[in-house]
Antibody
Framework: QVHLQESGPGLVKPSETLSLTCTVS????????WNWIRQTPGKGLEWIGY???????KYNPSLKSRVTMSVDTSKNQFSLKLSSVTAADTAVYYC????????????WGQGTLVTVSS | EIVLTQSPGTLSLSPGERATLSCRAS???????VAWYQQTPGQAPRLLIY???TRATGIPDRFSGSGSGTDFTLTISRLEPEDFAVYFC????????FGGGTKVEIK
């Protein structure tokens, strides 16, 4: 049973870069698409994008200019960087696996709250 | 971007009753790329249904999905106490979007 765990700062200042890592255990990261999704009370669930185990990426067009995702297969981890954050980026951030390649998410991390505030 | 509108916003039902949740898309969606999730408070969403009607691993058969084009339905045939939660639909059609959710609450 694969397990995903997000880690990173819970507080980020406006205009800075949000950085999160997802550690995958119980399975190899060297397959599948690895995704980041966020959730706010106001906007609901928002897909941020995915990184493929080989390093290929696809991002939500609305966030594309600020997002960078990467994968480290040696550590079984993948990462998210979101630049120039504002209060609107305050959310619970989830990492999730797409095992099928058909853009649905069969395994999720527990989520981590990131607050953007000075 | 395809917008998904879920209705009703809240469904008040009793255990044992049937729940019918609707998800309407602003444009036609590929059947391969429609999914449903369940979320309970403080938890991550859990995949229930993908490809419109295929149950994910471990999902009981009281959950079923149907629909095509722009209209999709999640049906829970007989509500169990653990089914009272929020349900989201999701699609991928060039970009990926989620519906706003339907809360199924105990009447």
């Amino acid at each position: 049973q694969v397990h995903l765990q997000e880690s990173g700062p819970g507080l980020v200042k406006p205009s800075e870069t949000l950085s999160l890592t997802c550690t995958v255990s119980g399975g190899s990261i060297s397959s599948y698409q690895w995704n980041w999704i966020r959730q706010t009370p106001g906007k609901g669930l928002e897909w941020i994008g995915y990184v493929y185990y080989s390093g290929g990426t696809k991002y939500n067009p609305s966030l594309k200019s600020r997002v960078t995702m990467s994968v480290d297969t040696s550590k079984n981890q993948f990462s998210l960087k979101l630049s120039s954050v504002t209060a609107a980026d305050t959310a619970v951030y989830y990492c999730a696996r797409d095992q099928s390649g058909y853009y649905h998410f069969d395994s999720w991390g527990q989520g981590t709250l990131v607050t953007v505030s000075s | 971007e395809i917008v998904l509108t879920q209705s009703p916003g809240t469904l008040s039902l009793s255990p044992g009753e049937r729940a019918t949740l609707s998800c309407r898309a602003s444009q036609s969606v590929s059947s391969s790329h429609v999914a449903w999730y369940q979320q309970t408070p403080g938890q991550a969403p859990r995949l229930l249904i993908y490809g419109i009607s295929t149950r994910a691993t471990g999902i009981p058969d009281r959950f079923s999905g149907s629909g095509s084009g722009t209209d999709f339905t999640l049906t829970i045939s007989r509500l169990e106490p653990e089914d009272f939660a929020v349900y989201f639909c999701q699609q991928y059609g060039g970009s990926l979007t989620f519906g706003g959710g339907t809360k199924v609450e105990i009447k």
